[in-house]
Structure formats: structure tokens, C-alpha cells
């Protein structure tokens, strides 16, 4: 499985707090089943601002520590690429325009060009409530006439969306592909939470689930309990494509296909 939503890198959110819990979620992740992950610290004006160039060199460190010859609990089958979970701001078009916002999977030199064979870039994005609905709209349809898909991180942890799911359905006809969180489908979240996240995937307003993970206690990387309760709901066929097939896609920087 690929978990595309995880705050593993240390130090720089409310994620990991050193190498060592670090490298624990690793081996919780990879014990799970999970074979690739896009690390994804926080990127959040005035509050989480890692600079790209610092991301990277992290998520480099974290691959050598994975490497076989330092690596415990076989950690080299693990594989990790950069990302970042990009609150949704006004300038969030500029960011991408300057070369500072970090892709999906982004190349591991920092570069303002786009990558060679890939025809898409993904942003992950967590809305906002500041934000209006035709604002949100707008961006996407922005973002995607330069051919970046933005992913909207659990929209079920989202008041706007809480309040009205159709509201997502127009922001993936926009464009957009949604990600919902392993703990909202196994319940963590709560009731309410459990409910609607059910519902989106019913609707099929779900293309990826991820961990969205924070730490190796309360919010570990695992993925398997949700794909199996998505199993039972949808079917063990769909459920798989949204912890490999698609989000393998969002990786290689290839077309998501939704129908
Ligand atoms: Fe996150």
C-alpha cells in the first residue's frame, strides 16, 4: 500500500518529534504493509513554514536511515518521497507559480520546472473554512488549467463539507481529487465523522485514503483496518485502488481516471 498523507519528518509540525518516533511510525507503517510513503509536513502561513529545500534534505536523511545497512525491522523495503500538506491560502496559485509549494512525490532537487514524463502534479491541499465555496472552486479550476490536480485532505474533517457533501462533488467536477483519513473510517474520529466518511465513499466522492499520520501512538500510519471496512463497503477491488492503483498514479504524475 502507499500512504500519500503522513506528518513522519521530525521536527518541523505537530508530526514526529525526533528520528526515533520517526523512524517507530516507519516500522509501524511498513508493518501494516505499507511499501511507499509521501511524507507531508504541514505548510501553513505564520504557524508551519519549512522551507522546500528543508523538506527535502529531511526526506533524503530519512531514505538513507531506511537504507539496508542501517535500516532495523527490514525499513529498506520502505521507500519515502517529499510532499507537503498545503493549507489552502489565496496565494497557494503564487506559491506554485514561484517554485516554493512542494508536489505530491515532488523531484528531490528543488526545481521550478516540470518534471520530465510527468503530465500531471498533485498538491495536497487542506481546505479551509475561511475560505467560500466558489472561492475554493475557482482555485481548482486554476490550478488545473496549468494541468496541477489539487487532492482536498479528509474533506469529512471539514465543516463546509459537514455541512453539505454536495459541496465536494462540485469541487471534484472542478478537478479536484478528495482524501479521507484511515481513523475517520475506523471511527477515531468519531461517530458523526465515521458516518459521513462512509457516505463520500458511497457517493464516490473518495479516491484515496490515507493515514494522515502524526505520531506512533494516537495517530499512527496504518491503513489496513480502513481498506478492509472500505472492503465490506464497496467491494475489495475499489478499496485496494485507493491505497495503490490511484495513489501510485498521483506518484508517477499520471491522469487519476474518476468515472
Ligand atoms: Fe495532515
Redesign the pocket.
Known amino acids: 500500500m502507499i500512504d500519500i498523507?503522513a506528518?513522519i519528518l521530525p521536527g518541523l509540525d505537530d508530526g514526529a518529534k525526533d528520528w526515533q518516533e520517526t523512524l517507530d511510525m516507519c516500522a509501524i507503517a511498513r508493518n501494516d504493509g505499507i511499501h511507499t510513503i509521501v511524507a507531508?509536513p504541514?505548510v501553513k502561513q505564520g504557524i508551519y513554514t519549512p522551507a522546500k529545500d528543508l523538506i527535502l534534505s529531511k526526506v533524503a536523511e530519512l531514505n538513507t536511515l531506511l537504507t539496508p545497512d542501517t535500516s532495523r525491522l527490514s525499513l529498506h523495503a520502505l521507500k519515502v518521497f517529499p510532499g507537503a500538506?498545503i493549507a489552502f491560502e489565496a496565494d497557494i496559485l503564487n506559491q506554485i507559480e514561484k517554485g516554493t509549494a512542494v508536489y505530491l512525490a515532488n523531484p528531490m532537487i528543488s526545481t521550478n520546472f516540470m518534471n520530465p514524463g510527468r503530465s500531471f502534479r498533485y498538491v495536497l491541499l487542506?481546505l479551509s473554512d475561511y475560505f467560500l465555496f466558489p472561492q475554493v472552486k475557482d482555485l481548482i479550476r486554476k490550478l488545473r488549467e496549468k494541468n496541477i490536480v489539487p487532492v482536498l485532505?479528509h474533506p469529512e474533517r471539514i465543516a463546509m463539507i459537514q455541512r453539505n457533501h454536495k459541496l465536494l462533488h462540485e469541487f471534484i467536477q472542478a478537478g479536484a481529487l478528495s482524501q479521507v483519513t484511515a481513523l475517520s473510517i475506523t471511527g477515531e474520529f468519531g461517530k458523526e465523522i465515521k458516518k459521513l466518511t462512509r457516505t463520500l465513499i458511497k457517493k464516490n466522492l473518495v479516491q484515496v485514503i490515507a493515514t494522515?499520520a502524526h505520531s506512533r501512538d494516537l495517530r499512527p500510519p496504518i491503513l489496513s483496518r480502513a481498506v478492509l471496512e472500505v472492503a465490506d463497503l464497496i467491494g475489495s477491488e475499489k478499496a485496494e485502488l485507493m491505497v495503490q492503483g490511484i495513489p501510485q498514479a498521483i506518484i508517477d504524475g499520471k491522469e487519476v481516471d474518476i468515472t
Open positions: 498523507h506528518h507531508t504541514h500538506d487542506e485532505s494522515d
